[in-house]
């Protein structure tokens, strides 16, 4: 089992779990740009962050710069 951290962001709602899975454990992507280097390759993984009757949350995580950002369903 993987230990987790949670961060919570100053102003936001929502909560950022940050994993300690070893990143060739996570699922990539070529599909999106990484806002902060423009990166165009991205872990991602998928939170329920609101109620249950709304789709997930997808988080992507840059796998050059590690800036981690949300895109909802």
């Known amino acids: 089992m993987y230990a987790t951290r949670v ?3 100053p102003g936001e709602r ?3 779990i940050d994993s300690d899975k070893p990143r ?16 165009d390759e991205a872990e ?4 329920q962050t609101r109620r249950a009757d709304e789709p997930p949350t997808r988080f992507y995580r840059c796998v050059k710069c590690g800036h ?5 369903e």
């Open 68 to 72: 981690v950002w949300r895109e909802y």
């Open 14 to 16: 929502m909560v950022v």
């Open 24 to 39: 060739s454990a996570m699922p990539r992507t070529r599909d999106v740009r990484c806002p902060r280097c423009g990166n």
């Open 7 to 9: 961060r919570r962001n």
């Open 44 to 47: 991602y993984w998928f939170l």
